[in-house]
């Protein structure tokens, strides 16, 4: 069900920016996350979903995302968003 | 459900809420479910509208039921939730693909709106006093029970599923449900080392309880600890594990939820699910996707030290498993058994 993970380009810890946009990936990416920066907790392989994907997507990542960098406020709460990895670019620190 | 893990119904306390909870129900599975399923057959010529038509002269309109004069509020509405449940459930049964036309979910959430409000189907409104409301359901419910049973009706005579397929499907649907959940909960409490294989390996480690793995995507376990409760939505549609853990709660699609869950996931949990949690404990939100589906590992309640797994298992409701709740204390669950 999951490929090996030497295909990840991320690591756990990476910390990495949202793509803005990107016409070619899956287009189920939660809008609210495009353009935010957020830390890589998980790796979890490229799935194999035949049911709802066409084709086989990237490797897939859960990253960290604090609610206030996210939607502002002071709150210290999280979020964990399942991204493929053609959605994500290195962040700086 | 033989194993309803959902808090035994004690005496209705909220007709109102109950019958918002029917109301967006039955139009969740009738818009999103049963009609974009009979448009996409219409439209690949598997069962055409002019099928169901000749369909309905074999199935007679169901009796009025006597409810209404029989029941009070209360017996009105326990029969509504009971319907839905078969409707439901019937839902499930008409939609077997047939080998030679696989369908795709991308395609069915094209057909359901979920990409384009063009596409909707539209709702009616429920508006008017509960006894208004409750008589609207009880019509639409007949209605839309009738479409269902026509449809089967079809599949059967144009030979789309045969009549063992469905008798299979009714029962690996009976066979799931949240009480798998509840047990996956019960076995890593009590194992350490069946704890260690789901985290790591999700889905792969229930066969050891006989449950059937599924093949939705890769499971997802969050572990609630003294520092962390995690909580779980899917924004964009309703992804869960459906094929192991059955049916999410009713408000897990509902767009407010979803929306105030990610902005305010401390605030939500407090003010809509009544679990206020300490400033010590961070609370975190999983969005699931259709590739990871998640679900979370409430902590063991204390006062539960040599219970039995089968009695553990019964502490954890179905919002537990989206986090949505902590598991049921003893002492609540001597309560309502009571």
Same mark, same amino acid.
């Given at each position: 069900?999951?490929?090996?993970?030497?295909?990840?380009?991320?690591?756990?810890?990476?910390?990495?920016?949202?793509?803005?946009?990107?016409?070619?990936?899956?287009?189920?990416?939660?809008?609210?996350?495009? /353009?935010?920066?957020?830390?890589?907790?998980?790796?979890? /392989?490229?799935?194999?979903?035949?049911?709802?994907?066409?084709?086989?997507?990237?490797?897939?990542?859960?990253?960290?995302?604090?609610?206030?960098?996210?939607?502002?406020?002071?709150?210290?709460?999280?979020?964990?968003?399942?991204?493929?990895?053609?959605?994500?670019?290195?962040?700086?620190? | 459900?033989?194993?309803?893990?959902?808090?035994?119904?004690?005496?209705?306390?909220?007709?109102?809420?109950?019958?918002?909870?029917?109301?967006?129900?039955?139009?969740?599975?009738?818009?999103?479910?049963? +009609?974009?399923?009979?448009?996409?057959?219409?439209? =690949?010529?598997?069962?055409?509208?002019?099928?169901? @038509?000749?369909?309905?002269?074999?199935?007679?309109?169901?009796?009025?039921?006597?409810?209404?004069?029989?029941?009070?509020?209360?017996?009105?509405?326990?029969?509504?939730?009971?319907?839905?449940?078969?409707?439901?459930?019937?839902?499930?049964?008409?939609?077997?693909?047939?080998?030679?036309?696989? #369908?795709?979910?991308?395609?069915?959430?094209?057909?359901?709106?979920?990409?384009?409000?063009?596409?909707?189907?539209?709702?009616?409104?429920?508006?008017?006093?509960?006894? +208004?409301?409750?008589?609207?359901?009880?019509?639409?419910?007949?209605?839309?029970?009738?479409?269902?049973?026509?449809?089967?009706?079809?599949?059967?005579?144009?030979?789309?599923?045969?009549?063992?397929?469905?008798?299979?499907?009714?029962?690996?649907?009976?066979?799931?449900?949240?009480?798998?959940? *509840?047990?996956?909960?019960?076995?890593?409490?009590?194992?350490?080392?069946?704890?260690?294989?789901?985290?790591?390996?999700?889905?792969? *480690?229930?066969?050891?309880?006989?449950?059937?793995?599924?093949?939705?995507?890769?499971?997802?376990?969050?572990?609630?600890?003294?520092?962390?409760?995690?909580?779980?939505?899917?924004? @964009?549609?309703?992804?869960?594990?459906?094929?192991?853990?059955?049916?999410?709660?009713?408000?897990?699609?509902?767009?407010?939820?979803? +929306?105030?869950?990610?902005?305010?996931?401390?605030?939500?949990?407090?003010?809509?699910?009544?679990?206020?949690?300490?400033? #010590?404990?961070?609370?975190?939100?999983?969005?699931?996707?259709?590739?990871? =589906?998640?679900?979370?590992?409430?902590?063991?309640?204390?006062?539960?030290?040599?219970?039995?797994?089968?009695?553990?298992?019964?502490?954890?409701?179905?919002? *537990?498993?989206?986090?949505?709740?902590?598991?049921?204390?003893?002492?609540?669950?001597? =309560?309502?058994?009571?």
């Amino acid at each position: 069900m999951t490929a090996p993970m030497a295909t990840h380009r991320f690591h756990v810890g990476d910390r990495v920016q949202v793509k803005r946009t990107n016409p070619a990936g899956n287009p189920r990416t939660p809008a609210y996350v495009r /353009g935010k920066s957020g830390i890589v907790t998980a790796l979890h /392989g490229s799935i194999d979903n035949p049911l709802d994907h066409r084709g086989i997507y990237p490797p897939l990542c859960s990253v960290l995302f604090p609610v206030r960098d996210v939607f502002g406020g002071i709150s210290r709460d999280t979020l964990s968003v399942d991204l493929h990895e053609d959605w994500l670019a290195p962040a700086g620190a | 459900m033989t194993h309803s893990t959902q808090a035994a119904h004690g005496h209705m306390q909220d007709h109102e809420a109950h019958v918002l909870a029917v109301e967006a129900d039955l139009e969740y599975w009738r818009t999103k479910r049963l +009609e974009p399923r009979v448009l996409q057959l219409h439209r =690949r010529g598997v069962v055409t509208l002019y099928d169901l @038509l000749r369909a309905a002269a074999h199935i007679s309109a169901p009796p009025i039921a006597a409810s209404s004069a029989e029941h009070d509020i209360e017996g009105r509405i326990r029969a509504l939730e009971d319907a839905l449940d078969d409707y439901i459930r019937g839902i499930g049964l008409a939609s077997i693909d047939p080998p030679e036309h696989p #369908s795709v979910i991308e395609d069915t959430r094209k057909e359901r709106g979920d990409y384009d409000d063009f596409f909707r189907i539209a709702k009616p409104h429920h508006d008017g006093t509960l006894d +208004e409301r409750i008589a609207r359901l009880e019509h639409e419910l007949r209605e839309y029970q009738r479409l269902l049973q026509v449809l089967m009706h079809a599949l059967l005579e144009k030979g789309v599923v045969t009549a063992e397929q469905i008798e299979r499907q009714r029962a690996f649907l009976a066979g799931r449900g949240a009480w798998n959940g *509840a047990r996956i909960v019960a076995r890593a409490w009590v194992d350490p080392a069946f704890k260690q294989a789901l985290l790591t390996r999700g889905r792969e *480690a229930v066969r050891e309880l006989h449950i059937p793995p599924g093949r939705l995507g890769k499971l997802g376990v969050a572990e609630n600890t003294a520092t962390l409760h995690n909580v779980v939505v899917c924004t @964009l549609c309703s992804c869960y594990p459906h094929d192991l853990l059955g049916d999410p709660p009713w408000w897990y699609r509902d767009d407010s939820f979803k +929306e105030s869950v990610v902005r305010d996931p401390r605030g939500t949990l407090a003010h809509r699910f009544d679990l206020p949690l300490p400033e #010590s404990v961070e609370v975190r939100v999983h969005d699931s996707t259709s590739d990871v =589906r998640w679900m979370v590992l409430p902590r063991r309640p204390a006062g539960t030290e040599g219970w039995s797994e089968e009695e553990l298992a019964r502490l954890v409701t179905i919002d *537990a498993l989206v986090g949505a709740a902590e598991a049921l204390s003893p002492a609540s669950i001597a =309560r309502t058994e009571r």
